[in-house]
Each structure stands twice: as C-alpha cells, then as structure tokens.
C-alpha cells in the first residue's frame, strides 16, 4: 500500500475519509464554531478561505507529500474538522500527523482520541512506519496537551522555525511515537476510549 493510497478509517464515533469538495460545506460550518482562524497561533483557515485550503491540501496530495482526510462525525454524518498524513517520507518510513482542526464543540472528545487511534494504527499497521510525528506551535498549550496525553514525546523545539501569517517567528514543538512504543500506546489510547 502507497503511502498516498486514499483510504477511509472508520472508527465506532468517527470515519476519517479522503477529503473532498463535497465536505466544504460541513467545513465552513464547522470553522465557525469557535471561530477557529481567529487563533493566531493557529493556521485554521477562515470560512472564506475552505475552499482555497482544501484545494490546497488536495494538490500536495497529486504531489505525493499529504494524505489529507475529513473528520465525520458518525452521530450527525457531517464532516467536522480536517486531518492529514504529511510530511511523507515513504522511503524512511515516517509521516507526520497534522494540519488537524475539529469544530469547537469536538474538541478534547473521544472524537480526537479515536481519530489518533484510527490514524496511527494505519500508520504503524499498514504502513509500517518506525515513527509518526507531531508538530505544533510552542505557544499552542492545547494542542501540545493532547499531543502529550496520546502518549508522544517531544523530541525538541526548532527555534525560529517558520514565519507565521501575522509575521511572527513560530518555535515549532516536535513530538514523536516509535514503532516499538506502539503496543503501549495503543493500549494507553484503546483504555481512554473504554472509559468514554
């Protein structure tokens, strides 16, 4: 299996699919909850933007370098937020797990925690990857707390790593999961979603 394959991960709450035009829609409505690209250590595309943003996504996927999906919230059937592969390196076996936004009323649910499970079991199972990264902004606490509670480890913080879009210098927090971590974090993960 290619690591830019589509494929669809269905988990008991959530169904990742190949992502699509057919979801700007859901997506539009889904950014406003929260009003997302407001956070400016965030590049959450704004509802004017979706369509630029999945467009974008869909040709690094043609280029080879994104597995981009849509986040289906199996309860309503819509599509609520945005995840991908990226970053692949298919020859060293590795991807990063990113450009990931869920509508606000999703966030810090058992929706997240399956979507991680679903993703990085592909990853570890089917792609038989050695590592799958993480990345975010150092001053993103939320999402560097959900990283963590996944059971990754960071790696280091690459100092003035990119230029935002308000010109600020982003230090970019790189967290990782190793092949022969999996089997616990698997259970780690497959335990938090039992209690949910």
């Avoid at 299996?1 to 669809?8: G, K």
């Avoid at 992502?19 to 509802?47: A, F, I, M, Q, R």
């Avoid at 020859?91 to 990085?120: D, F, H, M, P």
């Avoid at 990857?129 to 560097?144: K, M, P, W």
């Amino acid at each position: 299996m290619s690591f830019v394959d589509p494929v669809s991960l269905h988990g008991q709450r959530v169904s990742l699919v190949p992502l699509g035009n057919s979801h700007h829609g859901h997506l539009v409505d889904s950014v406003k909850d929260g009003e997302l690209w407001t956070l400016w250590y965030t590049s959450v595309p704004p509802p004017d933007r979706m369509q630029a943003e999945i467009d974008r996504r869909l040709e690094l996927q043609r280029q080879g370098s994104m597995m981009p999906f849509a986040v289906i919230e199996k309860s309503t059937n819509e599509a609520v937020g945005m995840t991908t592969f990226m970053h692949i390196d298919a020859v060293n076996r590795r991807v990063e797990i990113g450009s990931t936004w869920y509508r606000k009323r999703v966030q810090r649910s058992a929706l997240n925690t399956e979507c991680k499970l679903l993703l990085l079991s592909h990853a570890f199972e089917r792609l038989s990857c050695i590592a799958v990264e993480f990345r975010t902004h150092f001053f993103n606490h939320q999402s560097r707390a959900a990283i963590e509670r996944l059971g990754a480890k960071l790696d280091g913080v690459l100092r003035q790593h990119m230029i935002a879009r308000n010109g600020t210098l982003r230090d970019t927090c790189v967290y990782s999961i190793l092949d022969r971590e999996w089997p616990a974090v698997k259970a780690h993960l497959t335990h938090r979603l039992a209690q949910s």
